[in-house]
């Protein structure tokens, strides 16, 4: 399926326009500087190249505006009569060819300039026949500026014009101007076309469209068309000519039978009769329009014989279709776009007509055999005289009954308070939901004092005791939600019993064990020098503070001095000391002291989990990940680790050729 979209043809500039584009893009692209020192072959080859770029810029633009301006004799002949209509499509001819000659000229004139530059003997010549090629180009252009400018005003007009699809389903409304062809199309699409009171409001196609079955219809509004020679006829009418005339669709005449829009039945017609020639195998419909004005009935004898006559016309394309001529209904139709009576009516039956009309059209075409040899349909052959009606289970029958039911609706108390007479007058019962053993208990009256007691005190003579119960049962539910769970060995086996013995024993040592672990000074924080100016928490005060409670301070003033942090580094024992010593002893003496030092490693000894197998795994990998950016780092290279300072002025951005009077980057 072509569709024609004419929102996307460039703007075709102006011919001054065109020659600025075409030059300043050319001083953009190509090469600006040259001297007279260089040599000749160099001089040609910087003039030509800018006479061949200017030729191929303009090559380019004016092949764009001619291959994207449709040609009327390869799109679809609505599309092709329709810009003949609004445009002439002589002038629209002429235009594009003016542009066409203009580019082959241009070719010419840069082809025989280049042979010329071939044969430059300075600077100077070879400036000047560029000077002449670029002015006989740009002079060209110039002469085309009639041209640009026609064609730029059909650009703005075609793509204001409707998006219609001439192969999709269409529902076209013609007739006389002002009988109400846009307020039917306002009621059955989301087109907004503007209804007015007087002729000739609709002055081009309106497009819009709707669904029926399913299906997308397009549904297009027409100006009004008068009754005179076809010679007489303005642009406005020729548009609805042309629509008729070329697009397959179903046609709605509308018919004013009022006579409130200017014109009477009979001259409409007489339109009719003159403009039936465009209806030849196309489904139509005669559509009576304000019929709340003047009903069909109503009609005088002659009206009514006219529209009988025109009933008659649109029969015979009924039977040309290959319709029964006794099948009379969607031919002539009643409605009112006031009243909205009849509107859908009109809309449905002129989308099953046309519907009809295209499934009759495929059936007989070739392609339908391609079809219709994957089908197979099964007629079953009676057998014998015994009729068998369709059996159907009971169970269904009463799903059915159920479901229809629970379908129905059910009176809310707003459709009963409407039935009652309204609010004010109708109240709502509160009594009627109440569940009780008797339906008839519902409206009874409680009364409140009874033989002189109050009858609220003797509703329920039991109700003392049901009270008691229920607090009786929440006390027993708090008391066993506050108690902790706690197993008791009353239900318990003897093995069962020991296991729990055991594992209350267990419990209770790590409880004690973790008590004593809090209690030890080793899990108490160090105290920092800076936070004890004073010098308070000093070693001798611990010694005295243990003395008087009865203590040996000794072991505890030399562990203390053992973790200080301002202890320095022991000298390790000479080699003849060490073969004296016991090396054992020694072996255990260096572990205490290990112990208390901070731990820290070199670089390369192993630590389990690290992810190597042991330290030389691990001390080569250190050494590849050094050699492998020993070479970034010698040269200096930023690494995605170091700090980045942004360049604030890329020198690819802020450099090149400068425009006039621009000198700063000297």
């Known amino acids: 399926m072509v569709q024609y979209n004419f929102k996307k043809i ?63 004799d390869d799109i679809h002949p609505f599309y092709g009569d329709l810009l003949h209509v609004l445009y002439n499509k002589d002038h629209y001819k002429l235009a594009l060819g003016a542009v066409n000659t203009a580019r082959n000229q241009i070719g010419k004139v840069a082809k025989d300039y280049v042979k010329l530059l071939k044969y430059g003997d300075s600077l100077y010549r070879c400036k000047s026949l560029k000077v002449a090629a670029l002015g006989r180009m740009c002079t060209l252009i110039k002469k085309l ?51 007015q009171p007087y002729a000739f409001t609709t002055k081009s196609l309106f497009v819009g469209h709707t669904d029926y079955k399913y299906l997308r219809y397009q549904v297009i509004d027409t100006p009004g068309i008068l009754d005179r020679p076809f010679e007489d006829r303005n642009i406005i009418e020729m548009c609805s000519i042309t629509a008729l005339a070329h697009l397959r669709s179903a046609v709605l005449f509308f018919l004013d039978i009022s006579g409130s829009c200017g014109y009477s039945i009979a ?44 009933k008659a016309e649109a029969m015979k394309t009924l039977i040309g279709q290959g319709g029964e001529a006794t099948n009379e209904e969607g031919v002539l139709l009643t409605m009112s776009t006031l009243t909205e009576d009849g509107v859908i009516a009109v809309k449905n039956a002129a989308c099953e007509r046309l519907l009809n009309q295209r499934v009759e059209i495929k059936m007989k075409s070739k392609k339908i055999n391609d079809c219709l040899n994957r089908f197979h349909v099964a007629i079953p052959k009676p057998r014998d005289q015994k009729e068998r009606p369709p059996c159907i289970p ?47 208990w519902k409206e009874d009256i409680l009364p409140e004092i009874l033989d002189g007691h109050n009858v609220a005190d003797f509703i329920d003579p039991d109700i003392l005791m049901r009270l008691e119960e229920l607090e009786r049962e929440e006390g027993m539910r708090q008391a066993a939600d506050d108690d902790d769970f706690e197993m008791d060995g009353e239900d318990l086996t003897p093995e069962e019993k020991e296991a729990l013995a055991e594992i209350r024993k267990k419990k209770s040592m790590l409880i004690q064990q973790h008590r004593v672990k ?17 010098r308070e928490f000093t070693s001798k005060r611990m010694g005295r503070q243990l003395s008087s409670l009865g203590l040996d301070p000794s072991l505890a003033i030399e562990r203390a001095r053992s973790r200080s942090r301002g202890r320095k580094r022991e000298r390790s024992p000479e080699r003849g000391d060490a073969m004296d010593v016991d090396i054992d002893q020694s072996n255990k003496k260096l572990r205490t002291r290990s112990r208390s030092r901070s731990v820290s490693r070199a670089p390369a ?31 200096a290279r930023r690494g995605e680790a170091d700090r980045v300072i942004p360049t604030l002025k890329p020198k690819h951005l802020f450099s090149g050729k400068r425009s006039i009077g621009k000198t700063q980057r000297r």
């Open 10 to 72: 460039t703007v075709v500039p102006k011919a001054n326009d065109f020659v600025d584009i075409i030059l300043s893009r050319t001083q953009r692209q190509t090469p600006t500087v040259v001297h007279k020192g260089y040599a000749i072959s160099r001089l040609r080859q910087f003039y030509m190249r800018k006479v061949k770029y200017t030729q191929q810029n303009f090559h380019d633009k004016l092949s764009t505006i001619i291959e994207e301006f449709p040609r009327l």
């Open 145 to 195: 500026s009639g041209s640009l400018a026609y064609l730029e005003q059909i650009r703005q007009h075609m793509a204001r014009l409707p998006s219609i699809d001439p192969n999709t389903r269409t529902i076209l409304i013609c007739g006389y101007p002002n009988v109400g062809k846009s307020s039917f199309i306002n009621k059955i699409t989301r087109a907004d076309v503007d209804v």
């Open 267 to 310: 001259q409409q017609a007489a339109l009719f009769h003159s403009i039936k020639s465009l209806f030849m195998n196309k489904p139509l419909m005669i559509v009576c329009n304000k019929t709340d004005l003047q009903p069909l009935e109503g009609l005088s004898e002659e009206d009514m014989k006219l529209v009988m006559e025109m």
């Open 394 to 440: 009971q169970a269904v029958l009463e799903a059915r009954a159920q479901q229809a039911a629970e379908n129905e609706k059910r009176k809310t108390e707003k459709d009963l308070e409407d039935e009652n007479g309204g609010a004010g007058v109708y109240s709502a019962s509160l009594k009627k939901n109440y569940i009780l053993a008797n339906e008839e």
């Open 518 to 534: 809090k209690s030890t000074a080793e899990s108490r924080p160090t105290v920092p020098r800076k936070f004890d100016k004073r």
């Open 605 to 635: 000894e192993f630590v389990p989990g690290a992810g190597f197998k042991d330290s030389d795994q691990k001390a080569k990998a250190i050494k590849l990940a050094k050699k492998s950016v020993k070479k970034r780092n010698k040269n």
